[in-house]
């Protein structure tokens, strides 16, 4: 599994700075904001507020998963960090909103740093085990922790709305959510795939990834860069989540519930991970195919799982393939004429 | 070369130096006792039966796996214990047996790897121009930008060959260099390291089955037993001894 994982993770990093410059980035970032300037449904504008959280969260874990190649299964962990540690400061301290967000990332990096510490004398597998336990473990652990102001299963509520400079964005302002979750959005996945990876460490993470033993023989430090890997990433997934904290007011422990976990495996499975744009791509798919499913019911689920399974079967490394299937196709059949 | 090379010495130009190191596997005694030093400068070959701890000695040396017990000094500074990473920014690089590469990287980016990371404080300079040094020394210029997926095995092992050697390194273990190579890639290889150890400022400890290219490359054969070290000597001592004829040599034909 492991192997092939990394192969093909591999074929994508290899083809990606060429594929995506940060022109053509700023570019559809722009087209973006020029569009929010027509929608004015409000719905419609959740949709697309829900898509760039989730980008967040899904490049924040492929930069763990895809290019690190680490299997972290507690990234919706850092995503309730950020949501609760910023809600919690905001609704119970008084703390405002604009110093709490940051400070909910912060304690999500933390928790990155907690989680990260026993992954690192352990393998490939157990992480993935290990990190999946305390997935399940935080649930109940918020139940428990109900007299410190968690809310227990009721939820987190009356987390105030940011203010800023005296304008208040509250959860039926969804312009102004709308060009802030874009704008926090594009410069975190900018951070991500244009400067970390592209540099010193994100080299150092592809080659954990590729060879372990080779790495370190040539002076790559696992201890350091795993535990930067851990986080960066849950820095950026706990930013993710504290601005989700503020925009709905309200945080349940169905964060960490079966659905989302799916939603965040199934954006990884679709868009394909370790090469850019495939996790961002499958967030923004994802997040509106569960919009439009809604009507389904409980068969909503079952549908994403046929679509990881279609997939998985026909586009092993995601939809960001797609490209290439095509231009090896039309080279074969050119070939052929 | 009539002189009886000693396992020890006080001599200054020692570059590493092994002193009654065991490393464990729980009831195993995979290395009981090694005591040698690597003198600076030289070709030490180490051969020996299957499982006698060849690869177990480098990956201590390396730092890859903590010696149980004993002394290990490179430089004169201590480093038991030591991560490889930091071994390698000491100046200790090496191979691997089973060939290691970056497959998402090009040929060239896995030789940067090494310089990017590999070079300890003081070793700085023009990164770029090293690089294009070291591949071309190992013979790498026509394929710097290829993608690793399609190497061969004499490519993968040159490239493995350049990312450590792109690290600066002052002592390099090679693991079974040559196994999986044919007559001519074996002496295009032989020639290599010849060229490589004239070149550079560079030990070379080379583990290797095949007698005949280790007593051509190395200067001391060392033979090492069930974790001990049977003997080390010169080529010409160490393939005439009854011992070593009796332990390994008997066993197979002087390929
Ligand atoms: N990580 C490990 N855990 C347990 N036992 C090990 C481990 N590594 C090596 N051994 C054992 O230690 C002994 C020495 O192994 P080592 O790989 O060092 O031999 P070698 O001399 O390199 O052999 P070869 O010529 O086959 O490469 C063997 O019995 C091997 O099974
Ligand atoms: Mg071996």
């Known amino acids: ?337 | 070369m009539s002189e009886p090379a000693p396992a020890t010495s006080t001599n200054a130009d020692v570059l590493m130096s092994l002193n009654d190191v065991v490393r464990r596997f729980g009831a195993l005694r995979a290395l009981d006792g090694v005591t040698f030093d690597i003198m600076q400068g030289e070709m030490l070959g180490v051969a020996g039966p299957n499982g006698a701890g060849k690869t177990t000695l480098l990956n201590v040396c390396t730092g890859v796996l903590p010696a149980t017990s004993g002394h290990i000094t490179f430089d004169g500074q201590a480093i038991r214990g030591m991560p490889p990473n930091q071994c390698c920014q000491l100046g200790i690089a090496r191979t691997f047996q089973i060939p290691q590469i970056f497959s998402s990287m090009t040929v060239r980016e896995n030789v940067a790897t090494g310089a990017e990371f590999g070079i300890g404080q003081g070793g700085g300079g023009n990164i770029e121009a090293h690089v294009s040094d070291v591949i071309d020394l190992v013979g790498l210029t026509p394929q710097q930008s290829n993608s690793v997926t399609d190497a061969d095995l004499l490519t993968r092992k040159r490239i493995m060959l350049a990312a450590a050697l792109a690290t600066r390194p002052k002592l390099l273990f090679l693991d079974e260099p040559l196994s999986g190579l044919n007559a001519d890639e074996v002496d295009s290889f032989v020639a290599l390291f010849q060229r490589l150890h004239a070149a550079l400022d560079l030990t070379f400890v080379i583990v290797e089955h095949k007698v005949r290219a280790l007593a051509d490359l190395s200067e001391r054969i060392l033979i090492l037993n069930f974790g001990s070290v049977l003997m080390i000597d010169t080529p010409e001592r160490v393939l005439s001894d009854e011992r070593v004829i009796d332990v390994y040599l008997g066993t197979r034909n002087l390929a």
Request: some cysteine.
């Open chain 1, 1 to 337: 599994m492991k192997d092939q994982t990394a192969a093909t993770a591999n074929q994508m990093t290899r083809r990606q700075p060429s594929a995506f410059s940060s022109l053509t980035f700023w570019a559809i970032v722009g087209g973006l904001a020029v569009l929010g300037m027509f929608v004015d449904d409000p719905y419609m504008q959740h949709v697309l507020i829900l898509c760039f959280l989730w980008a967040i969260v899904a490049a924040g874990w492929d930069l763990v998963l895809g290019y690190a190649g680490i299997y972290n299964y507690a990234q919706l962990v850092f995503f309730a960090a950020g949501a609760y540690g910023s809600g919690m400061l905001a609704a119970k301290l008084g703390v405002s909103p604009i110093v709490a967000i940051p400070l909910g990332g912060i304690f999500a990096g933390f928790m990155g740093l907690l989680i990260a510490l026993p992954c690192l004398r352990l393998r490939g597998e157990y992480i993935a085990l290990f990190t999946f336990a305390v997935h399940l473990a935080m649930p109940p652990l918020i139940l428990k922790t109900k007299h410190w102001g968690t809310g227990g299963n009721t939820g987190l509520l009356g987390i105030p709305p940011i203010d800023l400079f005296g304008f208040t964005i509250g959860p039926r302002d969804k312009l102004a959510w709308f060009y802030l979750t874009l704008a926090v959005a594009s410069v975190a996945i900018y951070i991500i795939y244009f400067i970390v990876l592209r540099r010193r460490m994100g080299k150092a993470f592809v080659a954990l990834r590729d060879s372990e033993d080779f790495a370190r023989s040539l002076g790559v430090s696992d201890f350091r860069y795993k535990l930067l890997a851990f986080m960066s990433s849950a820095l950026i997934t706990g930013l993710a989540g504290a601005l989700y904290a503020h925009y709905t007011t309200v945080v349940t422990p169905k964060i960490l519930g079966n659905e989302f976990f799916l939603l965040a495996m199934v954006m990884l499975a679709i868009g394909g991970i370790g090469r850019f744009p495939g996790a961002v791509l499958g967030a923004f798919i994802v997040t509106i195919a569960n919009e439009l499913l809604r009507s389904a019911g409980n068969m909503r689920l079952l549908l994403l799982g046929l679509a990881v399974v279609l997939t998985v079967l026909l586009l092993p490394s995601g939809i960001v393939s797609l490209r290439e299937n095509f231009q090896r196709l039309w080279r074969k059949t050119r070939a052929k004429q």
